[in-house]
């Protein structure tokens, strides 16, 4: 079984701290990606990897940023969180030559 | 990536099949369709995906049309787990490079699924 775990579940952050998002996937694919969901507006794409060191901007990238230094572990960085960026962040991972994406569980980031 | 037309909401009776219908008329070619579902609180999970012909796996089957404009989701025995929210999403197959897996979600259809 493909498995993508998340760092947590539910985290609660203060404006302005640094937050740090952890996603670890087991099948060793080269593509992972970071999505928020909000309600009434979907699934939004943030960032992208398709190798190690190597990331692509999605469709909101503002205020977010990405490390991939291994295969396995892709990371989403709010340098300063503010209330906009609560919300439903999800991590999934695929492999090169296909659009199936495994998805973790999410983390749900209140930023107070 | 083509756009896609799902109904918002359907209801199934548990046991019976539940049928998930897409639109898709303007796919291409060389355009997949691939069908996610997500459960309530939990991230997105991958059903099936199929280009021409119609596909079976251990959680569903996809009928695509002949001219593939459009398709269903067939739940053969829907339980209460399938109760979630289905989407339909159109790729191009062959993009290469780092097109693979921007995947756009829509509003899906909000499937309940009944005892």
């Known amino acids: 079984d493909v498995k993508v775990t998340q760092s947590s579940r539910y985290l609660v952050k203060r404006t302005g701290e640094k937050v740090f998002l952890e996603c670890v996937q087991d099948?060793?694919?080269?593509?992972m990606f970071w999505y928020r969901q909000d309600p009434g507006l979907g699934l939004r794409l943030i960032y992208f990897s398709y190798d190690v060191k190597m990331k692509e901007k999605g469709d909101i990238p503002e205020g977010y940023s990405v490390s991939r230094e291994k295969k396995e572990r892709f990371s989403l960085i709010l340098e300063s969180a503010s209330t906009n960026q609560t919300s439903m962040y999800l991590c999934?991972?695929?492999?090169?030559?296909?659009?199936?994406?495994?998805f973790g569980p999410g983390t749900r980031l209140t930023v107070l | 990536d083509a756009k896609t037309t799902q109904p918002p909401s359907m209801d199934c009776a548990e046991g019976r099949a539940a049928n998930l219908p897409c639109n898709h008329s303007?796919?291409?070619?060389?355009?997949?369709v691939y069908w996610y579902r997500q459960i309530h609180s939990q991230g997105p999970q991958y059903i099936i995906h199929g280009l021409k012909n119609n596909e079976t796996n251990e959680m569903a089957s996809l009928i695509i049309t002949e001219d593939r404009k459009s398709s269903t989701l067939i739940l053969p025995h829907a339980t209460l787990r399938d109760t979630a929210v289905y989407y339909c999403i159109v790729r191009v197959g062959d993009a290469g490079g780092t097109s693979y897996g921007k995947l756009t979600f829509g509003q899906g259809t909000i499937l309940t699924v009944h005892p």
């Open positions: 099948m060793d694919h080269e593509n």
């Open positions: 999934a991972s695929g492999p090169s030559d296909t659009d199936t994406q495994y």
């Open positions: 303007t796919i291409s070619g060389n355009e997949y």
